[in-house]
T-cell receptor
Framework: DAKTTQPPSMDCAEGRAANLPCNHS???????VYWYRQIHSQGPQYIIH???NNETNEMASLIITEDRKSSTLILPHATLRDTAVYYC??????????FGGGTRVLVKP | GAVVSQHPSRVICKSGTSVKIECRSL??????MFWYRQFPKQSLMLMAT?????????EQGVEKDKFLINHASLTLSTLTVTSAHPEDSSFYIC????????FGSGTRLTVV
């Protein structure tokens, strides 16, 4: 049961901001929005998560709409090493993470 | 930060043999660990939830007698693929839950 919808792929230019959208219109009040990424043949890497407020860390920013039905992950200055599949997941804390299809991001020079 | 170590990173085995994959939480205790499988160009599929000191909870369609999970301590869970066949060839990934979810680096299993 897909809880999130993401575009299957997107390209972005090196050095520019990458904005990755995610729709989660059926999100429940106790569910967080998590973002992970997976570089080829590696395990997923945690990026950021949030509940209601926008969040920022050293890797990215997470913008969650007021109705919480969608969010955007922002990579402020994309590098070639940011090429990966990015997964948006909604899940209650402590519950298992269920992955959808993700967005395959290609950062181009 | 939290680190999850997974071994081996790569294994090739003959059809009909069994393979054990280990998942260790190095700097935290994990009462719950998760096992995923990923086929080429597909997303991660949750196989089972491993609970320390109790039986694992398997997702629908995953054979519990084929994929044996043992979580005997708070830092170690193992997945044994029994009587492996070529169709079991896949990328297996574990995850441990601490304050968040930390993933291992994965195990590439090839059954020949």
């Amino acid at each position: 049961d897909a809880k999130t919808t993401q575009p299957p792929s997107m390209d972005c230019a090196e050095g520019r901001a990458a904005n990755l959208p995610c729709n989660h219109s059926t999100i429940s009040g106790n569910e967080y929005v998590y973002w992970y990424r997976q570089i080829h043949s590696q395990g997923p890497q945690y990026i950021i998560h949030g509940l209601k407020n926008n969040e920022t860390n050293e890797m990215a920013s997470l913008i969650i709409t007021e109705d919480r039905k969608s969010s955007t992950l922002i990579l402020p200055h994309a590098t070639l090493r940011d090429t990966a599949v990015y997964y948006c997941i909604v899940q209650a804390a402590g519950n298992k993470l269920t992955f959808g299809g993700g967005t395959r991001v290609l950062v181009k020079p | 930060g939290a680190v999850v170590s997974q071994h081996p990173s790569r294994v090739i085995c003959k059809s009909g043999t069994s393979v054990k994959i280990e998942c260790r939480s190095l700097d935290f205790q994990a009462t719950t660990m998760f096992w995923y499988r990923q086929f080429p160009k597909q997303s991660l599929m949750l196989m089972a939830t491993s609970n320390e000191g109790s039986k694992a909870t398997y997702e629908q369609g995953v054979e519990k007698d084929k994929f044996l999970i043992n979580h005997a301590s708070l830092t170690l869970s193992t997945l044994t693929v029994t009587s492996a066949h070529p169709e079991d060839s896949s990328f297996y990934i574990c995850s441990a839950s601490d304050t968040g979810y930390t993933f291992g680096s994965g195990t590439r299993l090839t059954v020949v």
